[in-house]
């Protein structure tokens, strides 16, 4: 038996060489030790994987288990994963794990076959050229972060005034979602598939991101509309951006539960709020919203909807990286975000902007969403 603080292990070797492990907990960075079992099964050799006590498996979990995979298909493996949950079961579709274990990689209406037009991006030489310009320590750096909830506004602010004490720098903060924008950016925070392509096509490095802060879909209702999720055949949805990790959650979710998301009419928004009030003036019968999104919303705001499903993935973040232009004080920024939670100011602005801290981006966890990224959003 192999454990770890996250997960358990239980090997049983039965006749004509079938290797058979119960598996129990969650498979996450804490799981490496724990895995290890699994590199010794022998060349052509038949395993099964029982998932049935498996809780959750997150995108650096992912990332293990899909490097043993290829392992086992190099020494000629068959593998079967039993007993998979709902949302393991989904990251497996998503990611495209499902290959190696026999699992069908999609659903019925065949969403993982649908490519996710790409953000809009400038290929020009002027970014690569602009990429290059020198930062001095009198240049004034532009912070430009897209917040996750209206809520954390006040908070940034404070952040920003954080680091230009603390870097002892001048830095205007703005927000937004527009890449072009974003271009400009010295530090920028933004969501799950703009940080991928900023640090794929414009040499942005990823910093931190924050600690037990994952990007999570849920499906909302009018309060008054009592179908069941699988009912809204057809009808229209609001969200806030096609090209986000909460479109490709909630068309999942609804594929999952025989809600063909295919022939959903889609509007984008812009916003979540401006999403919200079209679902409650009756422009679109269905929203797919980041989780913390709705967690922050008001009691009139919750009065006036009700959920239909929610994702628990664990899967993608928002990021906090920095240009090519700073890569020379990307230690000391890194040491600065450590720090917020040891002393009292930060420990007050981690509160404002609702995070409990700031932590490394493993690169298992960074090559998942790159998998997803290029799967369904690349061009």
């Known amino acids: 038996m192999a454990i770890s603080d996250s ?32 590199h010794d099964v022998p060349a052509k050799a038949e395993v099964v994987l029982n998932f049935k006590k ?18 086992w298909e190099v020494k000629q493996i068959t593998m079967e994963v039993k007993n998979l949950n709902r949302m393991v079961n989904m990251l497996f579709k998503i990611t495209g794990l499902g290959r ?25 030489k ?21 917040l996750q909830t209206g809520q954390q506004l006040t908070g940034w602010y404070l952040f920003n005034t954080y680091l230009q004490r603390r870097m002892q720098r001048a ?16 530090l920028l925070f933004s969501k799950p598939f703009e940080s991928y392509l900023m640090i794929k096509e414009h040499g942005f490095m990823p910093l931190m991101r924050p600690i037990s802060e994952a990007d999570e879909v849920i499906i909302l209702a009018r309060a008054d509309d009592e179908r069941t999720l699988k009912e809204f055949q057809g009808e229209s949805v609001v969200t806030a ?24 009419n889609f509007t984008y928004s812009g916003n979540e709020i401006k999403s919200l009030q079209m679902l409650i003036r009756k422009k679109a019968n269905l929203l797919f919203m980041l989780k913390k999104t709705y967690d922050g919303l008001s009691s009139f705001g919750k009065k006036n909807v009700r959920k239909l ?71």
């Open 54 to 71: 498996i809780e959750r498996v997150n995108s650096m979990g992912l990332s293990l288990l899909l490097q043993i995979f290829e392992e």
């Open 126 to 146: 002027k970014n690569t050229l602009e990429s290059k310009r020198e930062t001095s320590q009198n240049t004034k750096l532009n912070f430009i972060a897209s």
């Open 171 to 186: 830095i205007h903060f703005d927000q937004s979602h527009v890449l072009e924008d974003q271009l400009k950016a010295d």
């Open 241 to 264: 951006s096609e090209n986000s990790f909460v479109y490709l959650l909630g068309r999942f979710l609804c594929d999952e539960e025989g809600l063909d998301s295919s022939k959903l």
């Open 100 to 124: 190696f274990v026999g699992a069908p990689e999609s659903t019925k209406t065949g969403f993982t076959e649908t490519k996710i037009q790409a953000p809009v991006h400038v290929h020009t």
């Open 309 to 379: 499903d929610e994702s628990a993935t664990d899967f993608a973040f928002h990021l906090l990286s920095i240009s090519p232009r700073l890569a020379a004080e990307k230690e000391s920024l890194n040491a600065i975000l450590k720090d917020m939670t040891e002393n009292e100011a930060g420990q007050g602005i981690l509160k404002d902007i609702e995070f409990k801290g700031w932590c490394p981006v493993e690169d298992g966890e960074f090559n998942m969403l790159k998998m997803v990224f290029e799967r369904y959003v690349a061009e």
């Open 7 to 38: 997960l358990i292990i239980k090997k049983i070797t039965k006749e004509d060489g079938l290797y058979y492990f119960e598996c129990a907990g969650s498979i996450d960075v804490k799981a490496k030790r724990a895995l290890e079992i699994l």
